[in-house]
């Protein structure tokens, strides 16, 4: 059985940083994409960043791009996700999940973290 769990959310000021990590344990190479997801209160969640381990590929929605960077470390099964340049807006939970590939919609996913809070509030 696939795990995945999240770390490294907390409270943080406009403008700061933080670095996410997901664990996962249970590895099987078919699910060998990871996404990141957030989702805020009382909206849908969303793709934020997605990469795959057969080429590296990563992905990243328009709301990030140029702040948030996906990066993987298969030795330690670890995907990371730093979040730079944070606003209020970025506020939400954030989950991990493990795919059969790489792509930004949730239903593609099958294994899923527990989520971890991030808050953007001076």
């Known amino acids: 059985q696939l795990q995945l769990v999240e770390s490294g959310g907390g409270l943080v000021q406009p403008g700061g940083s933080l670095r996410l990590s997901c664990v996962f344990s249970?590895?099987?190479?078919?699910?060998?994409?990871i996404g990141w997801f957030r989702q805020a209160p009382g909206k849908e969640r969303e793709g934020v960043s997605c990469i795959s381990s057969s080429d590296g590929s990563t992905y990243y929605a328009d709301s990030v791009r140029g702040r948030f960077t996906i990066s993987r470390d298969n030795a330690k099964n670890t995907v990371y996700l730093q979040m730079d340049k944070l606003k209020p807006e970025d506020t939400a939970i954030y989950y991990c999940?493990?795919?059969?590939?790489?792509?930004?919609?949730?239903?593609?996913?099958?294994?899923w973290g527990q989520g971890t809070q991030v808050t953007v509030s001076s």
């Open positions: 999940a493990a795919g059969l590939r790489a792509a930004m919609f949730p239903d593609l996913y099958d294994y």
């Open positions: 249970g590895f099987t190479l078919d699910y060998s994409a």
